[in-house]
């Protein structure tokens, strides 16, 4: 027999995202802010295998830090297995083994794709057979940005960014990402955004009553535009995840000056996204980066969103 053939587990890869465009609105009773955002899926990947189990364990290993990645019920990967059981009247668990590539607590998704992961992954093995919409609808209450990391591709997001719909995107688009060794939490930057914004200074508008994503966001999508898209990049976050790290502003001003289109602060942050006008400029970013002792991958996008493999 191969091991193919002894093999009874799942494995499902989910992408890591960059918000192209983020307004952050009104923070809401529910602790969540109104918002609209534009995803785009890139091509890092958390790998996730699910094996039969009595009991929910999990293992997390990667090629970035994860020292930082509980391995108990605050996994989010965790949480969306037993919610699935929970929800399917599933008897029995699951092992779940992590592989990630996405940069832990830098603002790029990485742990709404495991869950979106975990969620795919446990619906094949057991059999549970739920629809997308329903993944979706258990994704959402695991994470506003589970549901991108299932859907994939670039799309727009409104409400707390869970309420999707997909956007046009044509050809690929080239990013370099410096990831930063000390991550971000996400529930604090949105914290220093209310605070900057209550502190009435003039840097930091006021929240738009009902966010909307910039068309020029879209139109530049559509055209498979990047310098278009490199004017129309932008994040409420990036002031408030500067403020609170201020060795950022000064790799996103290196980036610029030494050929990306644009740079960004990806989500809450702290990882930086550099649109680059092609491949080619894109590895000659990267060299530049690791040069100045930098840390940066070179990711294309759009990438498919969780599906088994
Ligand atoms: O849903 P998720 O766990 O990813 O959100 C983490 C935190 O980020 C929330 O608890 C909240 O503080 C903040 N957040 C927010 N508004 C959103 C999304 C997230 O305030 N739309």
């Known amino acids: 027999m191969t091991l193919a053939e ?20 009104a ?5 969540y ?29 990667g090629t970035v830090d994860v020292s930082g990645v509980p391995t108990d019920d605050r996994n989010l990967a965790l949480r969306a297995a037993r919610l699935l059981a929970a929800e ?9 083994d992590v592989r990630k590539e996405v940069p832990v607590a830098g603002g790029m998704g990485g742990g709404s794709a495991d869950a979106a992961a975990a ?6 093995l057991w059999g549970t057979g739920l629809s997308s919409r329903q993944l979706h609808a258990l994704g959402a209450r695991l994470g506003a940005d589970v549901p991108f990391a299932l859907q994939g591709g ?5 409400g707390r960014g869970d309420r999707l719909s997909p956007a046009l995107a044509r050809g690929r688009f080239e990013w370099v990402i410096v990831p930063n060794p000390d991550g971000l ?22 929240p738009a009553e009902v966010p909307v994503v910039d068309p020029d966001v879209l139109h530049a999508l559509v055209a498979g535009d990047a310098r278009r898209l490199a004017g129309a990049l932008a994040n409420d976050l990036q002031a408030p995840a500067l403020r609170m790290r201020r060795d950022l502003a000064e790799v996103l001003d290196l980036g610029e000056r030494e050929g990306a289109l644009a740079g960004i602060v990806s989500g809450s942050g702290p990882t930086l996204a550099f649109l680059a006008e092609s491949a080619e400029d894109a590895r000659g970013l990267q060299q530049m980066f690791a ?17 088994v493999v």
């Open 27 to 31: 923070l809401q009773p529910d602790g």
């Open 119 to 124: 969620l795919v992954a446990c619906d094949a």
């Open 185 to 206: 939490s996400t529930p604090e930057v949105y914290a220093e955004l209310d605070r900057q914004r209550a502190g009435g200074g003039a840097v930091i508008p006021a």
């Open 154 to 158: 670039t799309a727009v997001g409104s």
């Open 33 to 61: 802010h109104e918002l609209a955002t534009a995803f785009q899926a890139v091509s890092l990947y958390e790998d996730l295998v699910a094996t039969p189990s009595d009991d929910f364990t999990i293992e997390v290993s």
């Open 6 to 25: 002894t093999f009874d587990g799942v494995r499902v890869r989910a992408p890591g995202k960059i918000n192209l465009f983020l307004e952050v609105g």
């Open 88 to 96: 399917t009247g599933h008897p029995g668990g699951v092992h779940l």
């Open 291 to 307: 040069r100045r002792g930098h840390e940066a991958l070179h990711v294309s996008a759009p990438a498919h969103g969780a599906r």
